[in-house]
C-alpha cells in the first residue's frame, strides 16, 4: 500500500515538470514590433513638459504634432511587442548633447502598486489590489552613440567596450552614462519595476550637438494585450529638477487600433494608430494622488480581480478631477454595475 | 561498503580545478627613514619619528607600472572615462598591511591601523607622548589608563576580549637592518605573467590625517547619545592610486616583476614623495 502511495505520490510530482511558464509571457506572433527605432528627438522645456502633461489622454498626439525645426518630435509614444526567445526587445532614439545636462524619462504603461496585505494598519492607499496583466517593465539606458553596439530597429545592443591591458587581458568596460540609484544605498546601477518610470541624468558638457542613443529594453511586455505602450521624453536640465513620478508623462497606457484583417493599423506615416486606453490617466492621477483605493472602488475594472470591494463601503469619495464619464461606454462588459446601454 | 565510500569521498579532496588563481607570497621591506612624518604646521611644525604612524601599506597587483604619469612611478591607466578622473588601473589583485580599524573614540576614527599598536597603552603613549594630543572622551576627559581604555572598547563593542580588539596586538613589521619588514600574501591572484606587484604607505598629514581613510564612510556607532561613522579605507584606493597619493608617502620604486606564482617576492618601498623646494 505504501508503494503504492509513493508511487502515485512521484507521478504526481513529474507532472509538475509540465509546466513551462508560458502563460506569463505573451505570445511572440509580431502583432506589434518587438525592436524599433524611434530616430532623433529634440530636447523639450520644462515649459514643453508642461504643456504636454496637460493633454492628458492626447499626449501621444501631442508628440506627433509638436516638432523642432529640424522636424524631430519632442516626445515619443509608442507600443512594443514580445520579442522572440534569446532576442532583446526594445525601442532606441538618438537625441543631441546640449552642452549641459539633460534628463531622459521612460515610463511603462499603466501603473503598479503592491496590495497592502497587513493585518494590522494595512495603508489603505493600496489596499485595493492591482491589475498587473495591463503592467509592463522597460529598462533604461544610455550613452553616447558611438559606444552604441546595437542596430537600430534591428537588434538591441550595449554600451560595452573593451580594454585590453599590457599583458592582453580584456577588461569590459561600460561606456553608458544612464545610471539610476535604488532606495538601497549602495545600488548606483538599478533599474525600477513594472510600470514604473526610469529616468536618468547625463551630462553633455563639452559634447554640444554630439549624438547621444538611449535604449528602452522591454524587460516585459503586459499580459492582457501583448503590447507594451510607453511613453520617453528628453528634458532639458538634470532630473532633480523635476518631478518625475507615474504622472510627468501620462496617458502611455496605449491601446493599438486593428483593421479589417485584424492587423494593427498604421497611419500615413507609418506609424501605428493606438489611443490611450479609456480611463488610465485618471488612474495614473489617482497612483500620484494617493487615491487608489477610492479610484478602485468606482472603477473596479482598471483595477485586479480579485480586490477586496467589502473596503470600498469606508473608502473616501472619489475627487472630481478623477472621474472617467466613459467607464461605462468602454468597461460595461467587465462591470456588472454598469447599466448596460439600452437597444 | 563504508570503507569505499570514504576513500571515494576522500579522493574528491584531490580534485584540481586547475583555477588560474594563486596566492603570492613575499616581503615588503620599507627604510627606516619612513618612520619619520611632519606633524603641525607653521612655527609648531616639527619632524616625528614613530613607527606607529605608519599607516596602511597597500599593495596591488598590475598589468604594468609606468613613468611620467605622476612624479613617482604609477599603476598604467585605462581609458579616461570622467573628466578630472584618471583612467582605472584594472588590479589583478591586492592585499594591505596594516588597515584602519576604529579604536572606541571618536578621536581615533581613521587615525589607528591594525598591527602598529602592541595594546592600549601603547596607544595612549603614542597620543599623549608622540602627537601630544591625547585621547579623550566625548565629554572631553583624558583617557589616562588601559583599564579605562579597554574597559570602554568591552563596552562600546559589546566585547568579552582582547582577541576581539584587532588594533592591538603583534606589529606587523619587525626591524631586519636598515629596513622594516614584513610577510606578506596577496590572495586569489590570476597568473598573468609579467604582471608587476606595486604599492604605497599611506603617511599621515601634516594635521595626521590618512588620504586613503575616509571618516565619513563604514560603519557606524550608535552608543547612547554616540553616533557617528567608523572611516575605512576608500573602496577604489588599487584602482586609482594617484588619487590618493600625497605628500610624505613612500612608494615602490621597481615594482616586482611575478614570473612564477610560487616563487616568493620582495619589494622595496624606497621612493618619499615629498613636495620639491
Known sequence: MNNQIMLLATGLTLLACDRSGDDYVPAADGTYPAVIDVGEMAVMTADRLQELRSEGSNARSWCQDNVDGEGNPYCYYGLLGQAPTGVKGGATFTFRGTGDRVCIVTDPETVFWNTAVASVNPDDKYSYADLEQDDGDIDLFAGLSSYYTGSPGVELGDFKGFYTDALGNSVAIEYGECFQYGAQSGMNNAHAGRASAEYCTINTSNRDGKLYTVVLESFAVPLNDGGLGFGAVVLDGSCGDYVINECTLFGEGLEAQFDENDDVSVDENGEQVALTRACTVQLEQASCDGALQSFCCEYPALCGEDGDQSQCEEAPALPDDLSCPSYCDVYADMDANCTPPSE | ?277
Not at chain 2, 612655527?43 to 614613530?50: E, G
Not at chain 2, 585605462?78 to 583612467?87: A, H, M, N, T, V
Request: proline content about 6%; some cysteine.
Open chain 2, 1 to 277: 561498503m563504508l570503507s569505499v565510500l570514504l576513500l571515494a569521498q576522500l579522493q574528491g579532496c584531490a580534485f584540481d580545478e586547475n583555477l588560474n588563481s594563486h596566492d603570492l607570497r613575499g616581503t615588503v621591506k620599507i627604510p627606516l627613514a619612513a618612520t619619520q612624518f611632519l606633524y603641525g604646521s607653521g612655527d609648531d611644525a616639527q619632524i616625528l619619528d614613530d613607527i606607529r604612524a605608519l599607516g596602511p601599506l597597500y599593495l596591488g597587483v598590475y598589468p604594468g607600472i609606468e613613468e611620467g604619469l605622476y612624479p613617482y612611478p604609477h599603476p598604467a591607466m585605462g581609458p579616461i572615462l570622467s573628466e578630472g578622473q584618471d583612467g582605472n588601473a584594472y588590479p589583478y589583485g591586492g592585499n594591505t598591511v596594516g588597515r584602519f580599524d576604529w579604536a572606541c573614540y571618536q578621536q581615533l576614527v581613521c587615525k589607528v591601523s591594525t598591527g602598529r599598536f602592541e595594546d592600549y597603552a601603547d596607544i595612549i603613549d603614542f597620543f599623549d607622548n608622540v602627537l601630544e594630543d591625547p585621547i579623550r572622551t566625548l565629554n572631553g576627559e583624558v583617557v589616562g589608563s588601559s583599564t579605562e581604555f579597554q574597559e570602554r572598547c568591552f563596552e562600546v563593542e559589546y566585547a568579552t576580549g582582547d582577541n576581539e580588539m584587532l588594533f592591538v596586538g603583534e606589529r606587523d613589521f619587525r626591524i631586519e637592518g636598515d629596513f622594516l619588514v614584513a610577510d606578506v600574501v596577496i590572495p586569489h591572484v590570476p597568473m598573468n605573467d609579467g604582471m608587476k606587484v606595486w604599492g604605497w604607505v599611506d603617511m599621515p598629514s601634516p594635521s595626521y590625517e590618512y588620504s586613503t581613510c575616509d571618516p565619513t564612510v563604514g560603519d557606524t556607532v550608535n552608543y547612547y547619545a554616540e553616533s557617528y561613522d567608523l572611516g575605512t579605507n576608500a573602496i577604489d584606493v588599487l584602482n586609482y592610486p594617484g588619487k590618493y597619493i600625497d605628500y610624505g608617502d613612500w612608494v615602490v620604486q621597481v615594482p616586482a616583476e611575478i614570473t612564477d606564482p610560487n616563487v616568493d617576492f620582495e619589494l622595496v618601498v624606497d621612493f618619499h614623495y615629498v613636495e620639491e623646494e
